[in-house]
């Protein structure tokens, strides 16, 4: 039997993702994302914030309902009312959970919250308890841990386990730690936080500097078993943890002895639901998901891909259900790009006919981004109009 550690996949797509500025949905739009990513195999959904509006509100509870599997989770902050309004917008899920939580960094203590260590310990602690009134799956957030004080960060996390929170997030909320520094920030939690042993410890990182994968793998590398995520790494400012990119990453370095129970052939499809229904395109170069991620261009690359995929691919696009790869012909594609292609069209043209079309190729190409089907037609029967095609 595998002794792979399983990583829990927790998308917040629908709270995270969604406060990004255009990406707002509707009622019937949540749901139908929420049912695309439980058939994606995630863990847990991030449905939303019940009591910052109405409309938030109802989706958790219409999602509630609608959701088998996966477990449920509404946000709020340590505030007693946060805490009843989500509370009650969960009773019809199957596996509630409720995220509540503080600002752990002595910045938001301080400019934010304008008091003590010490009273911020107590609310945690205060918060989490009365989340454990109403569900018994709570996860505690300390805001800005990225941040925070290693030893104050340690007895939030002891406080708020013994109050009864089977999560406990560490979020980068900022996005400003280094890798090393915020795995060995969940190293120094594993070892010195005596209950650890008693929660998940959870990443939420993001991506201000364009770290937010990096850091949730040093964190996952470091013992923790969650990971919070997106689709597409939509999410507030740079975005969050990107899902399809944690992902793949523990599928291709089998060594970390890490899975994840997410179906890998959903990611390009449900990547491309999430872009239109949030009108948010992705862009091209986008790792796993973008239009560019299987896209082969230069002469040096297209040679050795033709030759064999494994020299220029570590994923077949079928892995992650994307479109097949593409030799994309430019200026700077090689000649057995160009002869590749005219093959896949059906003419059957020599070397010496590669070297002559190659030629007047590159003059389309120097002129146009990307020379399509149709110049290279025009291209033959300019040149060789007695070659029929095959
Ligand atoms: O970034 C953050 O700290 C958050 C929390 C609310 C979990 O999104
Ligand atoms: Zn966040």
Known sequence: MSQNKKIFIF????????????????????????????????????????????????????????????TVCGLTRAVKKDIEVAGEALKGAKRP??????????????????????????????????ARSFVDDVEFYGEDAGRADLEFLARVVEAVINAGATVVNIPDTTGYCLPHQYGEK????????????KAIL???????????????????????????CTING????????????????IKQHESLGLYTDIKAEQLNPIS??????MRMPVQPNKAIV?????????????????????????????????????????????????????????????RNDIDTLYQAFLQVADIKKEVGDGDLKELAA???????IA
């Open 234 to 249: 939509l999410g507030e400012r740079a975005g969050n943890t990107s899902l399809e990119e944690v992902v793949m990453i």
């Open 290 to 350: 973008g239009s560019n991620a299987f896209a082969h261009s230069s002469g040096i690359h297209q040679d050795g891909f033709l030759k064999n995929a494994e020299n220029y691919e570590i994923i077949r696009p079928e892995q992650v259900g994307a479109d097949s790869s593409k030799i994309v012909l430019t200026a700077r594609s090689g000649r057995s790009a160009l002869a590749h292609r005219f093959q896949k069209l059906g003419y059957n043209f020599n």
């Open 186 to 197: 969940i190293a120094y939690l594993i070892n010195n936080v005596p209950n650890v042993d």
């Open 11 to 70: 998308d917040t797509t629908l709270r995270d993702g969604e406060q990004v500025p255009g990406c707002k949905l509707n009622a019937s739009e949540k749901i139908e994302l929420a049912v695309a990513l439980e058939n994606l195999g995630v863990d847990i959904i991030e449905a939303g914030f019940p009591v910052s509006s109405p409309g938030d509100f109802e989706s958790v509870q219409n999602i509630s309902k609608v959701i088998k599997n996966a």
């Open 382 to 388: 300019k040149f060789y109009p007695e070659v029929a």
């Open 97 to 130: 959970r409720i995220h509540t939580g503080i600002g752990v960094s002595d910045l938001h203590i301080t400019t934010k919250f304008n008091t003590t260590r010490e009273e911020i310990l107590n609310r945690a602690v205060e918060a989490v308890k009365y």
């Open 202 to 228: 959870s990443c939420h990182c993001h991506n201000d500097l364009g770290l937010a994968t990096a850091n949730s793998i040093a964190g996952v590398i470091n013992g923790a078993r969650q990971i919070e």
């Open 272 to 277: 491309r639901l999430v872009a239109d229904t």
